[in-house]
């Protein structure tokens, strides 16, 4: 058959349209993470000035499975855009008052009575807790009452499919006198309990500024690790060339330990458009 000169210009023309289209497709899929490695999320706080629902719409279009650390009152309006809460907030005591004292195990035993089976009931399973201040406590005291708090908890989540997930945070920068701040001491507490049913969450930013050796942890110590957040390095800002870690290798390795669980956005937007910022988060971290 013979085809005519506009005929084969408009084919050619097609296929380079084509694809050209192929190729902003899967580098938008690229920025949107949809690689399939890694299961992203974002912690709420970090955006203030945006609405939740908002907040869910924008990251559920580049690749957000999850917004996090929000109560349990809060998680039917993400769900409703297929979304959902991989880190659950609300423990009585925040931060300071944890389970490194004795005095707190009774209210936040009765919170997490209450809220277990809620948040079995959402389709969600890691709830926060926190390890408390020092306040003059060493840290084997910290460890030991931790231990007797969390085991006093344990049948609970077991019962309601949850797991408790302790921060590690920095007492450099952030939170001036907190105990659990050092992978050690929450490996030791981890081992203390024994069960599956309490884990860490590795927040690099916090441990990059106590104990660096981000990589070689994450490799030697992943069992303990339910969760993931990032940041940057100095400032909790963006995740990019600005700071001192290379996320795509510390996201690298995290994959490379069969890790299913979610890596969330924790950073503070320092650009006019935090959104943007958040796309970008969620791009660099999808390997």
Sequence with gaps: MKISRRTALTSAASAVA???????????????GTKGHVNHSVC??????????????????????????????????????????AMVSGIPG?????????????????????????????????????????????????????????????PIAEKNNVKLVMELLNSKVNHPDYQCDLSKWGVALCEAVGSERFKLLYDIYH??????????????QHKYFAHYHTGGVPGRHEIDSTQELYYPAIMQAIVATGFKGHVAQEFIPARPDALASLKQGVGICDV
């Excluded at 441990?207 to 030697?220: C, F, L, R, W």
Aim: hydrophobic share 40%.
């Design 18 to 32: 084509a694809v050209s289209l192929g190729q902003r497709l899967n580098a938008a899929d690229a920025v949107a």
């Design 44 to 85: 709420k706080w970090c955006y203030p000035k945006i609405e939740l629902e908002t907040l869910a719409i924008a990251g559920k279009e580049f690749g957000l499975h999850s917004i996090e650390l929000l109560e349990v009152n809060d998680i039917p309006t993400i769900q409703k855009h297929g979304l959902t809460c």
């Design 94 to 154: 925040g931060i300071t008052k944890g389970l490194n004292r004795l005095e707190n195990h009774d209210t936040i035993a009765q919170w997490f009575a209450d809220a277990a089976p809620k948040v079995m009931n959402l389709g969600c399973e890691n709830i926060i807790c926190f390890s408390g201040n020092r306040a003059g406590q060493s840290d084997e005291e910290g460890i030991k009452n931790c231990a007797i708090g969390l085991k006093r908890l344990l």
């Design 207 to 220: 441990m990059q500024i106590m104990e660096g050796d981000v990589i070689a942890t994450i490799k030697k």
